[in-house]
C-alpha cells in the first residue's frame, strides 16, 4: 500500500469519524427535547363546537376515553371550523388504562380517536376498508410489511 | 367475480375475487362497463410506487352502471349509467369545500402511510396502492364506490360509455392542469407528454382561449393524434432541441404555461436522462424528473409550471435556481376531478370534448394483462388499453 492510498484511507476514516460524531451529537439533542407539545394532538374539523361537542361533550369515540383524554377545542381560523386538541392525561394511569382498553399505544389511540370523531362529524360515519375484492396474498416478507403498516395507518402517521 | 391483480413487479393476473359489497351508507356498488390502463399504473407495473401488495386489484378509471345504493345515497339509483372519479372524496370537509378533492381529509382511511411520506395525505384513489388507501380498483366485473354522491356522476343519454370513460380521470385530469395552471385567452402553452392526460390538457387549454399549445413526446402516432383530434401543434424531441424551438416558437419569450403530463419513467435523449435512470435503478432517487426540469427551464420569466405526472418521492438536481431567479409558480396535484367532471361531460355531450380515439386497443378483461404489455412497450400504437369486464 503507497503513501497516497493510506493517506486517502485515513481521510477516509477521518470523514467517517466526523460523521458519527456529529450523527451522535444531533442525536443527542434530539433527546433532551420536549415531547411533541406536551403529548397534545389535534385535527381541524369543519363543524361548528356544538357538533363536535354536543352539550359540551366531546363525541364517540371520545366519550369513552373522557377520563383518561383531555379535550379543548378552539376555533380555527379563516372559517376552517373547529380546532379539537387531544391529549392523553399525564400520569402513568391513563397510558395504562388505554393500553388495556384498547390494547394499542396511547399515541396511536389517539391518533385513531381523532380521525374516527373527525370522520363521524364530517361525514356522519366511519369509512370501513374491509372486506375488499382481493386476489391471493402471498406471504413475503414486503406484503408483511405493507400489512403490518396498513393495520397501524389509521393510528400512525404525523398527526 | 373475475379481476385484475397485482401480483409483484410485472406480474399480472385475472383472477377469482369475491365481490364488493356496501360497507358504509354513502357507498354504491357499480357493475363496470369499461375501465381503462392508464400511465400512472405503469409505475404501479414496474415498482416504483410504495406500499402495493400481490393480491391488489388494479383500475382507477372507469363507467358502469349503478347495481346497489347505501341508505345515504340521494343522487343516485340503481340503473344509472354513471362515470366515476378516480379519487375517494368525502364532499364535506375543508378540502372538499374548497373544491380540491384529491386533498380530502377523509377520504384515505391509510393517511398514516402517506403522512409518513409527504408529511400530509391526500385523498383515496380507487387500484392505487395502499399508500392512498388500498381500495380496489376497476379492473374487475364490479367496485365499491366511497361517498357515491360526490364522486359519480350520471352519463348523459348523448355521451357514450368510449366517450365519458375518460371523464373519469385523464379529462378532469388535464383540466385542472390547465385551469390552475392559469391558462387563460392568449396564452401560450407548452405540454410534455401526449398520452391521455397530456392531449387532454392541451385541448383544455385550447377550450380556454389559449393561442398557442404545443404538445412535446417522441412517439408519432401520438403526436398525430395531437395534431389531427386535439387540434394543437406537435414537437417530436427526437428530432428538434426543444428549448430552442420553444423560444423561437414563443419570439423569446417561452411558454406562459407549462404542463408535464409525464410523471416519474420520463424518458428523453439527453444525458440527465441516463443519470436520472441510474440513480432510480439504484433507488437513490425514488423518480425521473427529466421532464420537470425541461418545463422549469422552458417557462417564461414570471411564467407558471404545472406537474401532472405521479411522482412518488424525492428527485435530484431540480433547477430550483430558475424557479426562484424567474419568479415562477410551481403546482401539482392529484386530480379534483369532482370540481371538473360535470362540465366536462356536458362539453362531451356538445362535442366540443372527443376523447374516443384515446381508446385505441378495446379488449374482455381477461386479455388485460397482455394489453398492460401492449401499453407499457407503445405496441401498434397503443395510447391505452381498455377493458370489458
Redesign the interface.
Known sequence: MNKSTLALLGAGAGVAASAAAAAAAVARRHARKQPVADGWKSV?I?ATPDDVAPGGVVGTPFDRLAEVVETRLLPAPGD??TELHARVLPGGRAEAVLREQLGADPDDAL?RAL?EL??RV????V????????????H?VA?AL??G??R???????? | MRALVWNGVNDLRVEQVDEPSILNAHDAIVKVSLTTSCGSDLHLLGGYVPAMRSGDVLGHEFVGEVVEVGSAVRQHAVGDRVVVNSFIACGRCWYCRQEQYSLCDNGNPNAGIAEGLWGQSPGGCFGYSHVVGGWAGSHAEYIRVPYADVGMFTVPEAVSDERALFASDAAPTGWMGADLGGVGPGSTVAVWGAGGVGQMAARASLLLGAERVVVIDRLPERLAQVRDVIGAETMDYTQVEVLPELRELTGGRGPDVCIEAVGMEAHRDRPDFGYDMVKQQLRLQTDRPTAVREAVTAARKGGSVFVLGVFGGVVDKFPLGALMNKGLTMRGAQMHGQRYTPMLLERMAAGELTTEHLATHVMPLDEAPRGYEMFKEKEDGCVRAVFRP
Open positions: 381541524t369543519l376552517r371550523g391518533r380521525r373527525k370522520m364530517e361525514t356522519g360515519e369509512l370501513q376498508q374491509l372486506p375488499r375484492p382481493e386476489g391471493r396474498r402471498k413475503t406484503g405493507v400489512d403498516a396498513e397501524r395507518a389509521f393510528g400512525a402517521g404525523a398527526l
